[in-house]
């Protein structure tokens, strides 16, 4: 069966910083694109990242380029996001979800099975 | 303000038939870029409903059914259950944008 499980969440003052991790099982981890989607307090889902598997490619939303970091360690069949210069807007369940290939074909993307997400909260 | 618009709420009695448009540009879905849809129940993480335009995954009814015309996409669903009720996400790709973008999402009710 497939799974992700998402981790790192908490609270953390503006500005701060954060590291959310993703564990995969249950397919060849390094066989698909991976992809990170927000979804703030009572709105709707808003795409922030994603990686190829070989994590050679990687894309942002406007809104975290140059503050988060998408990575991952095959190895470990994990991935991560970096999250630096925190804002209050970026509060959110953040989730982890799969992509159908390897790499990251723009027009056709999309995301095959979601975690359950780990909770981001920036407050001071 | 989404790049895919959504009506936010649609209703209808059980066993009946509810769509969801999902109205798009020339940068996005006019571009010919895919549509796919997601079903996100109360309290769950979403979960993959169509792919491709209209593509079933292993698992998802036949009732329910995805389109693609212009600069638009619907999502129909078919013989309405109570727990169809959910909140129902299209997604595509924007060249503007140069990223993935979701529609604003739209709560299904069944009366």
């Known amino acids: 069966e497939v799974q992700l499980l998402e981790s790192g969440g908490g609270l953390v003052q503006p500005g701060g910083s954060l590291r959310l991790s993703c564990a995969a099982s249950?397919?060849?981890?390094?066989?698909?694109?991976m992809s990170w989607v927000r979804q703030a307090p009572g709105k709707g889902l808003e795409w922030v990242s994603v990686?190829?598997?070989?994590?050679?490619?990687?894309h942002y939303a406007d809104f975290v380029r140059g503050r988060f970091t998408i990575s991952r360690d095959n190895s470990k069949n994990t991935l991560f996001l970096q999250m630096n210069s925190l804002r209050a807007e970026d509060t959110a369940v953040y989730f982890c979800?799969?992509?159908?290939?390897?790499?990251?074909?723009?027009?056709?993307?999309?995301?095959?099975?979601w975690g359950k997400g780990t909770t981001v909260t920036v407050s001071s | 303000q989404s790049m895919l618009t959504q009506p936010p709420s649609v209703s209808g009695a059980p066993g009946q038939r509810v769509t969801i448009s999902c109205t798009g540009s020339?940068?996005?879905?006019?571009?010919?870029?895919?549509v796919h849809w997601y079903q996100q129940l109360p309290g769950t993480a979403p979960k993959l409903l169509i792919y491709g335009n209209d593509n079933r995954p292993s698992g998802v009814p036949d009732r329910f059914s995805g389109s693609k015309s212009g600069t638009s996409a619907s999502l129909a669903i078919t013989g309405l259950q109570a727990d169809d009720e959910a909140d129902y996400y299209c997604q595509s790709y924007d060249s503007s944008l140069s990223g993935w973008v979701f529609g604003g999402g739209t709560k299904v009710t069944v009366l």
């Open positions: 979800a799969k992509g159908p290939m390897k790499v990251v074909i723009m027009g056709y993307y999309y995301m095959d099975v």
């Open positions: 020339s940068s996005n879905i006019g571009a010919g870029f895919d």
């Open positions: 990686i190829s598997g070989s994590g050679d490619s990687t």
């Open positions: 249950g397919f060849t981890f390094s066989s698909c694109a």
